[in-house]
C-alpha cells in the first residue's frame, strides 16, 4: 500500500522568508512518482512537479526547489523569497507503477501555506 | 500541457436531486479518468476509475449506485450524483492521464452544495 504524509497542515511565514513543505511517502514498489501540487483558493489543481524513482537529482525552477532522497523516502519542497501569491494548499502525491493500465495517485493531507505580507 | 475541462464549476442542488458533472480532455484521449472528493480541509480522496468503454472500478467505501459514472468516449467521462443529499456537498474533481505518461492533468473541480 502507498502512503503520503505531510506532517504540517498550516504553516505561516513572512513574506520573502524560505520555506520548506515536508513530504514522507511509502511505498513497495521501486519505481514510482513522486509530485507535488498548488491548490490556491479557486480550488483547482496546479501541477508542480513530477519525479520518477529512478531520479534523485535535485530540482530547481525560479524560487522553486526540490529535494528528493530515498534514503529517508522524503520529497521535501522550498520556496525561496516566498510571495503572497504562494499562499495555496500544497499537496504531495505518489504514484506507483502498477500493472492493469492506470495508476492511481495518491495524496498527502495538503500543507495550507500562508504567506503574510 | 494537457488540459482537463470540468464543468460545472459549481451547482446547488435540491435534496433527492441527481446532479451530473462533466470531465473532458480537450486536446487528447483518455482511456482512464479519475475521480476525486475533497472534504473541507482534506485531502482528495479517489473515488473511482473510469475506463472508457468499461465499468468504472470503485474505491471500497464508495457507493456504485449513488456515484454513477460514465465514461462513454476517450474524451468525456461524467459523475452523477443521484438522490442527492446535503452530506453529498463536496468539492469533487477528475483527473485523465495521457496514455504512456504518468502525469495526470486535473480539471478545475465542481463544487456542489446540496440543499
Known amino acids: 500500500a502507498q502512503k503520503v504524509t505531510q506532517a504540517q497542515t498550516e504553516i505561516s511565514v513572512v513574506e520573502k522568508e524560505d520555506v520548506t513543505l515536508d513530504c514522507v511517502y511509502e511505498t513497495r514498489d521501486t519505481t514510482y512518482y513522486l509530485f507535488w501540487y498548488k491548490q490556491p483558493p479557486s480550488g483547482e489543481l496546479v501541477f508542480l512537479i513530477r519525479?520518477?524513482?529512478?531520479?534523485?537529482q535535485n530540482e530547481i525552477s525560479g524560487r522553486y526547489s526540490w529535494n528528493f532522497q530515498k534514503s529517508t523516502s522524503s520529497f521535501n519542497f522550498t520556496i525561496t523569497a516566498s510571495q503572497v501569491v504562494d499562499s495555496a494548499v500544497y499537496f504531495c502525491?505518489?504514484?506507483?507503477?502498477?500493472?492493469?493500465?492506470?495508476?492511481?495517485?495518491?495524496f498527502g493531507i495538503g500543507t495550507k501555506l500562508q504567506v503574510i505580507p | 500541457g494537457a488540459v482537463v475541462s470540468q464543468h460545472p464549476s459549481r451547482v446547488i442542488c435540491k435534496s433527492g436531486t441527481s446532479v451530473k458533472i462533466e470531465c473532458r480532455s480537450l486536446d487528447f484521449q483518455a482511456t482512464t479518468m479519475f475521480w476525486y472528493r475533497q472534504f473541507p480541509k482534506k485531502s482528495l480522496m479517489l473515488m473511482a476509475t473510469?475506463?472508457?468503454?468499461?465499468?468504472?472500478?470503485?474505491e471500497q467505501g464508495v457507493e456504485k449506485d449513488k456515484f454513477l459514472i460514465n465514461h462513454a468516449s476517450l474524451t468525456l467521462s461524467t459523475l452523477t450524483v443521484t438522490s442527492a443529499h446535503p452530506e453529498d456537498s463536496s468539492f469533487y474533481i477528475c483527473?485523465?492521464?495521457?496514455?504512456?505518461?504518468?502525469?495526470?492533468?486535473f480539471g478545475q473541480g465542481t463544487r456542489l452544495t446540496v440543499v
Open positions: 473510469s475506463n472508457e468503454g468499461s465499468k468504472a472500478t470503485y
Open positions: 483527473s485523465a492521464r495521457l496514455p504512456q505518461n504518468t502525469e495526470a492533468f
Open positions: 502525491a505518489l504514484s506507483e507503477a502498477g500493472s492493469g493500465g492506470y495508476q492511481k495517485v495518491t
Open positions: 519525479r520518477n524513482s529512478f531520479d534523485e
